[in-house]
């Protein structure tokens, strides 16, 4: 059974985030998607606006048909040392430091990495922006 393990905030749910919990469905038997805790976010980020609770947004997230299984993390190079999976699917713009440790550890651990392409036209801040959140 391959195991495929996603991360991200999901404040917003759009349909970027359905296509990418299909895209990264198709990779293995098992999605394992990682919502990353509101209080690390704003420990790190004081000016972010996070609409949704971590326990709500992992609500939402479980509710997606393509997903198997939702964890809480929060540095993105610790979930991977953390959860037991076999690639980890993340988007072309996951690229800050805590990603490249993260993709860095799971080349050097036998972790297959795939980077799946972005939806065009969608994101959670450009429908924050639109809404004045």
Known sequence: ???VLTVGVFDVIHIGHFRLFERAKTLGDKLIVAVQDGDFILKYKPQ???VYD???RCYMVNSV???DEVVVYKAVDDIVKEVDFDIFAKGPDQCH????AAVEWCKANGKEV???PRTEG???SMLKQELNV
């Open 1 to 3: 059974m391959k195991k």
């Open 48 to 50: 972010a606006k996070i």
């Open 54 to 56: 971590t326990v709500s």
């Open 65 to 67: 048909k393509y997903v």
């Open 97 to 100: 430091a805590g990603f490249q």
């Open 114 to 116: 795939v980077e799946l």
């Open 122 to 124: 969608i994101s959670s």
